[in-house]
């Protein structure tokens, strides 16, 4: 049995003093934490309801088998350059199609029809109840307002709640644009919690039975009533019970682990070169908690490429810095840095062993690393960092535990085939992001790379053949049944020879009977560039559930 292992064997035995390194997180006086609060917010975090695609959950972007940062690949930012492929792309979080409130896409900038990705890398929620202000420039103050109405609700202490307000009713990450917190909560009542999800741990599905949302708010506030003000107090209590305390390194704090020659090696290494910045890993944070609230500038990227911290002080010698991260669970959380330009903790201890890349404006704690990493000691410091794991993150356990998002299932939407070239060269690309759960009034399918201001046709069927038929040219992979529809008639927007756009909200009829069918589709566009004046999309499937 490894040595991790046999820590999550004998995690029952040591709940009592292993609960003792680190106090609870402090409470703002006006949202104190109960269990029922604490699993309200665990369902609300949880669930991709809480976006207007039904495609992303607060947990979609912090996932704590990667330490509460995103694990899903492909999502790349272009950078301040606005170029894909160059040095300064960033590795972020993917989020949603620009859309407007009826669903269809109104392209962004950058992402065109595709789903946008965030600017910077998704910090961990784990621990943050024992921060101040959150995020990597650390917007979200301990003050907390109201969304609705601005008013002052928490005075002090409510980061995570100030945090919680954002992300839901942005249009990059989880909303429509124009989204409000009005609408999320006139919204929310009448849902079934989770009823994406699956897996749900079952604590949470008992806490949750057969109850809607509104049934639930009040049974944990003692009174009706969906506020954002309430929902906003659920998801922090539930990140305030996201305590980290059980690595390796924690349970040596207490005497309930020793940790190897090496791990020990490095962890002086750590405590010589790294821990004036990385307080929240010193002895002395038992009384406090890993309390983390610095903000410097390491040499990253040039700081003009993204002000972090200068942002929210307007102080310009506060150009290029960025939140210090807690330690906790680092080796899940790869990339790392808000940019997540390093691939693996020994790439991070490279960039700090010769001085980070960029100088202006840089911390100059920095220049006392270079040199002092030998070969071996780096190999220490990467051993004594893995010790900072708790191997409830790592493997789901309490308070860690999860459901499963519909996101991460087979049932995500699939598309297949190969289209027929058109307009610059290129065949229309069909998208579908959403879930096909039965009753969806608005499942949004999409196609770009046509040319704007054309005539698209979408068909969808039951059926669908993997191997096309040729048809005028064209390779059509739905045309093979009676069940046949022409679900939508649309012009497309946008501008270029191939930059048009265009997606169709469809109705899927709230009939149980459809439920593990699957909604083949593919468009047809009016383009004299393409065989016969068309120009045909690859195809796409959808799970109905």
Do not use: C
């Given at each position: 049995m490894t040595p991790l292992l046999r820590l999550v064997a004998l995690a029952p035995l040591a709940v009592g003093l292993a609960a003792q390194v680190f106090p609870p997180p402090p409470e703002p006086a006006g949202n104190p934490s109960t269990p029922g609060k604490i699993a309200l917010g665990k369902a609300l975090f949880w669930d991709e309801q809480l976006s207007s695609t039904r495609t992303m959950a607060c947990g979609t972007c912090h996932r704590w088998d990667n330490g509460g940062?995103?694990?899903?690949?492909?999502?790349?930012?272009?950078?301040?350059?606005?170029?894909?492929?160059?040095?300064?792309?960033?590795?972020g979080s993917f989020g949603v199609v620009r859309h407007d409130q009826t669903g269809r896409y109104t392209a962004s900038v950058l992402f065109g029809a595709d789903r946008q990705v965030t600017r910077r890398r998704a910090p961990s929620p784990i621990n943050s109840g024992y921060l101040a202000e959150l995020f990597w420039d650390g917007r979200a103050g301990a003050?907390?307002?109201?969304?609705?109405?601005?008013?002052?609700?928490?005075?002090?202490?409510?980061?995570?709640?100030?945090?919680?307000?954002?992300?839901?009713?942005?249009?990059?990450?989880?909303?429509?644009?124009?989204?409000?917190?009005?609408?999320?909560?006139?919204?929310?009542?009448?849902?079934?919690?989770?009823?994406?999800?699956?897996?749900?741990?079952?604590?949470?599905?008992s806490f949750v039975g057969s109850s809607d949302y509104g049934q639930l708010f009040q049974q944990v506030f003692g009174s009706p009533g969906v506020t954002p003000q309430r929902i906003l107090f659920a998801i922090a209590a539930y990140e305030r019970a996201l305590v980290s305390d059980r690595s390796p390194f924690d349970l040596a704090l207490i005497g309930q682990h020793s940790l190897t020659t090496q791990e020990n090696l490095g962890r002086q290494t750590f405590n010589a070169l790294c821990a004036t910045c990385h307080t929240d890993v010193l002895n002395g944070v038992l009384a406090n908690g890993p309390v983390l609230n610095d903000f410097r500038n390491v040499g990253v990227r040039p700081y003009g490429e993204d002000n972090g911290r200068a942002a929210v002080t307007?102080?310009?010698?506060?150009?290029?810095?960025?939140?210090?991260?807690?330690?906790?669970?680092?080796?899940?959380?790869?990339?790392?840095?808000?940019?997540?330009s390093q691939a693996t903790l020994a790439d991070v201890i490279e960039f700090y062993g010769r001085g980070g890349d960029f100088h202006v404006n840089q911390d100059p704690l920095i220049f006392n690393i270079i040199g002092a990493l030998s070969p071996s000691s780096k190999l220490d410091l990467e051993a004594f960092l893995r010790t900072l794991t708790d191997p409830r993150v790592q493997?789901?356990?309490?308070?860690?535990?999860?459901?499963?998002?519909?996101?991460?299932?087979?049932?995500?939407?699939?598309?297949?085939?190969?289209?027929?070239?058109?307009?610059?060269?290129?065949?229309?690309?069909?998208?579908?992001?959403?879930?096909?759960?039965?009753g969806n009034p608005r499942l949004v399918i999409g196609v770009d790379q046509a040319p704007p201001g054309t005539l698209t046709f979408l068909v969808t069927d039951l059926f669908a053949n993997t191997t096309p038929t040729i048809l005028l040219g064209h390779n059509v992979y739905v045309a093979q049944s009676p069940a046949l529809i022409t679900a939508g008639i649309g012009l497309t927007l946008g501008s270029g020879p191939a930059g048009g756009y265009l997606s169709l909200p469809i109705a899927v009829p709230n009939d149980p009977g459809l439920a593990g069918a699957t909604l083949f589709g593919q468009w047809l566009v009016v383009d004299p560039a393409g065989p016969f004046g068309f120009a045909s999309s690859d195809a796409f499937g959808v799970s109905l559930f």
């Open positions: 940062s995103d694990p899903r690949p492909g999502s790349t930012h272009p950078g301040f350059d606005g170029v894909f492929g160059t040095a300064d792309d960033v590795h003050t907390f307002r109201d969304p609705i109405t601005n008013q002052v609700v928490l005075p002090s202490g409510g980061g995570l709640e100030s945090q919680a307000a954002l992300p839901p009713v942005d249009a990059g990450e989880m909303s429509h644009i124009g989204r409000t917190w009005s609408d999320i909560a006139a919204e929310l009542p009448t849902l079934t919690p989770l009823a994406l999800a699956t897996n749900v741990p079952a604590a949470l599905q307007q102080n310009v010698l506060d150009s290029g810095k960025f939140k210090v991260p807690g330690l906790r669970n680092v080796e899940l959380r790869a990339p790392y840095f808000h940019n997540g493997n789901g356990l309490p308070p860690f535990d999860r459901p499963t998002l519909w996101s991460e299932t087979q049932g995500l939407p699939q598309t297949f085939g190969t289209g027929t070239a058109g307009s610059g060269g290129l065949a229309p690309r069909a998208s579908a992001w959403q879930p096909g759960y039965v």
